[in-house]
């Protein structure tokens, strides 16, 4: 029962969550290591995605905000684990990593349609999303490199918590912040202009989403 700027006040939560977490992601997964954040995240996360469906709005703000810092942790892991793959055996992952990523993307657009076709509740499916989840941090723990095993270099903890960038960092933090506006813009509201504009049938409107997700899995390569 909120409005749309009620609601895009709620997501803002997602973006101060990850400013939140990027000073000290690094530090984070260089002290428990890619493998055990990237498996603690997981877990964490899968007891917060029901709790989305189930809070006040005030309690998911907040649970949105925490949700998304722990998931920018899980992305520094993940990409520290592809680097280290990369530099311990010199065959290039991180990219198609990232094709994986829209890859799971669109499975999981497909199968949320279908749970919105079958009439399943928002917190039995997010609840379901959260046992799978977990398991996905078992796995994650079983099949991933220890920390020696990975030429990851490791940050001194005399480095500094911020350090004023470069010309050229400005210009790619320029260039990113666009791409992010139209990507943030499909992600946040793309689902809400296909329900008003075009379908109001959930399963169809999240089948339409899905085709954003291939163009996302087919610039990776």
């Known amino acids: 029962q909120v409005n749309k700027a009620t609601l895009g006040l709620a997501l803002l939560g997602g973006a101060l969550g990850t400013v939140l977490a990027l000073p000290i992601a690094g530090k984070i997964n260089n002290w428990l ?3 055990r954040t990237a498996a603690l995240s997981l877990m964490i996360l899968s007891f917060v995605m029901p709790l989305l469906a189930m809070v006040p709005y005030a309690g ?3 649970c949105f905000v925490f949700f998304a810092f722990i998931r920018t942790m899980l992305d520094v892991a993940q990409n520290m684990i592809s680097t280290g793959i990369e530099q311990s055996s010199g065959v290039k992952v991180l990219s198609r990593s990232h094709g994986f990523w829209s890859v799971g993307l669109l499975l999981g657009t497909m199968a949320s ?8 509740t928002p917190i039995g ?8 989840v977990f398991v996905c941090a078992l796995v994650v723990l079983r099949i991933t490199p220890e920390m020696s095993s990975l030429t990851v270099a490791r940050s001194s903890g005399n480095t500094p918590t911020f350090i004023r960038p470069t010309r050229g960092i400005l210009l790619v933090a320029l ?3 666009g791409l992010a506006i139209i990507e943030g813009a499909i992600y946040d509201w793309g689902m809400f202009l296909i329900r008003e504009r075009i379908t109001t049938d959930p399963a169809r409107a999240g089948l339409l989403f899905a085709f954003f997700t291939i163009g996302m899995g087919e610039e990776q390569p």
Not at 125 to 132: D, E, K, M, R, Y
């Open 33 to 35: 290591s890619p493998r």
């Open 113 to 120: 349609s279908w749970a919105a076709g079958q009439g399943i």
């Open 175 to 177: 260039m990113l912040f």
């Open 125 to 132: 499916h997010l609840a379901a999303i959260g046992v799978f």
């Open 60 to 62: 998911f703000v907040a």
